[in-house]
């Protein structure tokens, strides 16, 4: 059975750092891309960031380039998302996301990777001012 599980997220003052993972188990993860989403309070899931499963290609939301870095250790099926330079509207569940099927991609011009088709059940991240 596949599986994402997100680690435990945190409480962070803005401008501090936070880094969370994600495991994923259940069949190999090397050819798939991973990613994370975000959904604040009240307001839709959006796309975060991506990596593609060999780690050679990574894509961001405008919102956080320069800010946060994803990566992944395929050797412990994990992805990361190193976020620096947190600000109050990072505030929200985090959601990593896996491309099972291989169908999905990049959309540059809505900065938006469509066709996760498995996702983890979110871990809180929460930024103060």
């Known amino acids: 059975q596949v599986q994402l599980v997100e680690s435990v997220g945190g409480s962070v003052q803005a401008g501090g750092s936070l880094r969370i993972s994600c495991v994923a188990s259940g069949r190999t993860f090397n050819d798939c891309a991973l990613g994370w989403f975000r959904q604040a309070p009240e307001k839709d899931r959006e796309f975060v960031a991506a990596?593609?499963?060999?780690?050679?290609?990574?894509y961001y939301a405008d919102s956080v380039k320069g800010r946060f870095t994803i990566s992944r250790d395929n050797a412990k099926n994990t992805v990361y998302l190193q976020m620096n330079s947190l600000k109050p509207e990072d505030t929200a569940v985090y959601y990593c996301?896996?491309?099972?099927?291989?169908?999905?991609?990049?959309?540059?011009?809505?900065?938006?990777?469509?066709?996760?088709?498995?996702w983890g059940k979110g871990t809180l991240v929460t930024v103060s001012s």
């Open positions: 996301a896996a491309d099972l099927q291989g169908y999905g991609g990049f959309d540059a011009e809505t900065s938006y990777y469509y066709g996760m088709d498995y």
């Open positions: 990596i593609t499963g060999s780690g050679g290609s990574t």
